[in-house]
């Protein structure tokens, strides 16, 4: 499942509604300029159809980004207002991802180098290092008496 969060006043949020669909592209470092364009146009005022090449999986309902690392094709599950905003709520119902961002067919989010946007600083930011294991670390603070 994949959740995203947009103004309910975005041509986009209204696609989703209609189309019961949505696709999610991560975008990598190399794609930041473009990306941030995309943000800072709305639909209504430029046609951004012809930034990225895209491609559509088999529900071809959402347009999937061949530059992006990774690309999401989701199914619309649920919509729920969040003060002005919609909290759209997604099935992963295909996934989109070059060989050379795999590692032995997991993907590897070091190679792909995604582009993280933070709030409220409004900055770009790439992923950073492997940390460790996720449901391991943690053991490390676990005592015999539990």
């Not at 992006?68 to 003060?83: G, R, Y």
């Not at 590897?108 to 670390?137: C, H, R």
Request: charged share 25%; hydrophobic share 40%.
């Amino acid at each position: 499942m994949l959740a995203i969060c947009l103004s309910k006043d975005h041509l986009t949020s209204k696609a989703i509604q209609e189309n019961k669909a949505f696709s999610v592209n991560f975008p990598d470092r190399a794609l930041a300029v473009k990306a941030d364009y995309c943000g800072l146009k709305s639909g209504k005022e430029v046609d951004k159809s012809n930034i990225f090449n895209i491609f559509y999986g088999k529900e071809h309902q959402s347009p999937l980004i061949e530059e992006c690392p990774l690309s999401a094709s989701c199914k619309l599950t649920e919509v729920i207002q969040v003060a002005g905003d919609l909290l759209i709520i997604g099935e992963v119902v295909e996934a989109f991802s070059d060989e050379g961002y795999l590692n032995q067919g997991e993907p590897d989010v070091k190679k792909m180098d995604l582009l993280i946007f933070t709030m409220p600083d409004n900055k770009y930011w790439s992923l950073g290092d492997y940390i460790g294991q996720a449901f391991e670390i943690g053991k490390s603070m676990s005592s015999d008496e539990e």
